[in-house]
T-cell receptor
Framework: ETGVTQSPTHLIKTRGQQVTLRCSSQ?????VSWYQQALGQGPQFIFQ???????GRGNFPPRFSGLQFPNYSSELNVNALELDDSALYLC?????????????FGPGTRLLVL | GQQVMQIPQYQHVQEGEDFTTYCNSS?????IQWYKQRPGGHPVFLIQ?????EVKKQKRLTFQFGEAKKNSSLHITATQTTDVGTYFC??????????FGTGTRLTVIP
């Protein structure tokens, strides 16, 4: 186990609704990255938070937003849900110094949008 | 934009046979990381390759980074049923983000 936890494990929403997903990073880690994994595909980078600020963003619209808290836990918010947002949402924590650190993934939240 | 393709997309092997997945990038790779994702699970870090031509071994798994840093491979010797899952390579980009490949799904037939 990596020590990264996510909640909830599963979620069902309807189109147009809003959702908040949560991630607790591994102890000692100050960086959280979020990924979206559609069925049968590899994870795609959404954004990364480092010391409470966004530190890079992938090709996702602004309705995907996030937060990082002083304890380095993080939230992913998705507004105006669309059917294509149905996916496994993964967070990964790491300690970002100056190099290329290993990211440790949580178990994910499976979101189904109806 | 960057594309990281893995071949094959699917592989079925008899238990005991060898397995190899290849990762090919359209651009020079920074660092390559390999992950294994069991069905219904999440990606689990296996290894990181940094240097051109680097070869690393973990028991029955051998990882290789190409000389030109545009490809990588994972070879499993004598597969076991516990090897079942999808294997992803991922390029660790400048912002410490991971750009995942398309994955190879391995099925091991007992």
């Amino acid at each position: 186990e990596t020590g990264v936890t996510q909640s909830p494990t599963h979620l069902i929403k309807t189109r147009g609704q809003q959702v908040t997903l949560r991630c607790s990073s591994q102890s000692g880690h100050n960086t959280v990255s979020w990924y979206q994994q559609a069925l049968g595909q590899g994870p795609q980078f959404i954004f990364q938070y480092y010391r409470e600020e966004e530190n890079g963003r992938g090709n996702f619209p602004p309705r995907f937003s996030g937060l990082q808290f002083p304890n380095y836990s993080s939230e992913l918010n998705v507004n105006a849900l669309e059917l294509d947002d149905s996916a496994l949402y993964l967070c990964a924590s790491s300690w970002s110094g100056q190099g290329k650190e290993t990211q440790y993934f949580g178990p994910g939240t499976r979101l189904l949008v109806l | 934009g960057q594309q990281v393709m893995q071949i094959p997309q699917y592989q079925h092997v008899q238990e005991g046979e060898d397995f190899t997945t290849y990762c090919n990038s359209s651009t020079t790779l920074s660092n390559i990381q390999w992950y294994k994702q069991r069905p219904g699970g999440h990606p689990v870090f296996l290894i990181q390759l940094v240097k051109s031509g680097e070869v690393k071994k973990q028991k029955r798994l051998t990882f290789q980074f190409g000389e030109a840093k545009k490809n990588s491979s994972l070879h499993i010797t004598a597969t076991q049923t516990t090897d079942v899952g999808t294997y992803f390579c991922a390029d660790q980009t400048g912002a410490n983000n991971l750009f995942f490949g398309t994955g190879t799904r391995l099925t091991v037939i007992p």
